[in-house]
């Protein structure tokens, strides 16, 4: 009785507030409209056909050899990226809460783990095969290897790892130092030792936390697009098909169905990793550690962490020194000398570089501050306020978090490009003994192709960043 009396009285007092309530509305309409509707369309796209309800689009593509390939590569690569980055992201965590460091080289093992979260995705690619392509640095100059090829699987596994490792760091960072260490001293007092206690204690403690790092990074590597594009070579997965069967194929329809799998298999992880393992997460580590930390100081034990996490920091250095530095040589693989800014000219004067360059600039400027205002909003209306659609509110605005940008864009062009609901074939009224639309490119049409959408796009995906970040500051 005075739970229903509470919400009545909520309810009351946010009716009151013709703002809050429109902006609520808002929200609602905004997150219905760009991203439940393109994912709807995708689904409405693979089961109907012209005579209704139909699975032959699925049957199609599941006859494809090249589709049944790609679903069996993306699980594979996947899989291996999540547990690599998992244990990458893991050494350098433990390296920073445990293990004591110079100020220089923990700073340095700072910079490394948060460096691949700023950069854009494809710079890895580039890096690896201008350093060990066929015309690499290190395979064909200092090595003299000619027949290597860095494209395909290990290629994808390579920079996909470091990639996303630094996913895994800032969780497993956040939990490690939630541990309370007298359980580890107390370990260490009975006669453990330092393996001992990381295996019996540590390890137990994070294993939860590992598994939701594991399939967070799985859903980034099969949800990944742009590195399998430039260096997966012929070996492909289920983003590079997708982005095939429309650029190449011309086969909406059956890119709309992959799409489907595609995202059957992230939102299959999101759940596992968001309604089980996080909860198990929670209920395991809570509240903070009861006291400092005794770092680690024993040589035993840091010297080899430091050279594992100095070659790691060392390689993924290399790879972003690569590209600035091989952007000044005259032609990669072949003339070094001497050191030219010919092509830095070249992209701002040939090739609409300027304007590529002014395009995203601009339509960034323009989507971060409408992302930071969304997430603030969406995290003070579930945070610290109740309603009823608070839930829907918070559960769409984190789905994109599952959904591949693949999925999204296809879900787009399926949606927007003859309007809202295909409005553009509506026969609205009739001149001259034919059937005319009144919105003859559709309901919200005019967004397609145009930078509107772009910007609409780096929103909806930046949403699910921001707003966890604001939910937990609030809280």
């Known amino acids: 009785m005075a739970k229903s009396q509470s919400a009545a009285l909520d309810r009351k007092k946010l009716m009151a507030d013709p703002v809050m309530v429109g902006t609520i509305a808002v929200l609602i309409a905004f997150l219905t409209l ?103 640095l290190i395979t064909r100059f200092l090595l003299g290897i000619y027949d290597n090829s860095v494209y395909g699987f290990w290629g994808i596994v390579i920079v996909q790892t470091l990639t996303f490792f630094p996913v895994c760091y800032m969780m497993l960072k956040g939990l490690l130092k939630n541990i309370d260490p007298s359980l580890e001293e107390a370990a260490r007092d009975m006669g453990a030792s330092r393996w001992t206690v990381f295996a019996t204690v540590t390890f137990p403690l994070l294993l ?12 980034e ?58 909860a198990k997460t929670a209920a395991t580590l809570t509240g903070k550690a009861s006291r400092g930390r005794m770092l680690i100081d024993d040589r035993s034990v840091t010297v080899p962490l430091t050279i594992l996490c100095g070659l790691a920091a060392f390689f993924v250095i290399m790879m972003y020194a690569c590209v600035p530095i091989g952007a000044l040589f005259p032609t990669w693989g072949y003339k070094f000398t001497p050191l030219t800014f010919k092509w830095f000219g070249q992209v701002f004067t040939r090739y609409h570089g300027l304007q590529a360059f002014r395009d995203s600039f601009v339509l960034s400027l323009i989507a971060s501050p409408i992302t930071a205002l969304l997430s603030m909003i969406i995290s003070y209306l579930v945070v610290k306020r109740k309603f009823r659609s608070k839930g829907f509110i918070e559960a769409v605005s984190m789905l994109a978090m599952a959904v591949p940008g693949t999925v999204l864009g296809v879900g787009y062009i399926r949606g927007y490009s003859g309007g809202l609901f295909h409005s553009a074939n509506w026969p609205i009224f009739a001149e001259g003994g034919a059937l005319h639309s009144l919105f003859p490119n559709g309901l919200l049409g005019g967004i397609y192709g145009s930078a509107a959408i772009l910007i609409i796009v780096f929103v909806v995906r930046s949403l699910p960043t921001g707003t966890r970040s604001g939910i937990s500051a609030l809280r």
Request: no cysteine; charged share 10%; net charge positive.
């Open 34 to 136: 760009f991203i439940l509707y393109p994912l709807a369309i995708l689904l409405v796209d693979s089961f109907y056909g012209g005579t209704g309800f139909t699975l032959d689009t699925f049957r199609r593509i599941m006859a494809m050899p090249t589709f049944t390939k790609a679903i069996g590569n993306t699980l594979k690569v996947g899989f291996l990226v999540g547990v690599l980055s998992t244990i990458v992201g893991l050494l350098f965590a433990y390296v920073e809460v445990y293990v004591k460091m110079g100020r220089a080289v923990g700073g340095l093992f700072k910079v490394v783990s948060m460096l691949p979260v700023v950069s854009p995705p494809f710079v890895l690619s580039l890096s690896m095969i201008m350093l060990f392509g066929k015309a690499g």
């Open 221 to 278: 590597s099969i949800a990944d697009f742009a590195n399998p594009m430039i260096i997966g070579g012929s070996y492909d997965t289920l983003a590079t098909t997708i982005y095939l069967q429309i650029t190449g194929a011309y086969d909406k329809e059956g890119a709309a169905a992959m799409a489907v799998v595609l995202l059957s298999i992230t939102l299959l992880m999101f759940a596992v990793q968001k309604y089980y393992l996080e």
């Open 208 to 219: 939860p936390g590992l598994g939701n790092a594991f399939l967070v990074t799985f859903i």
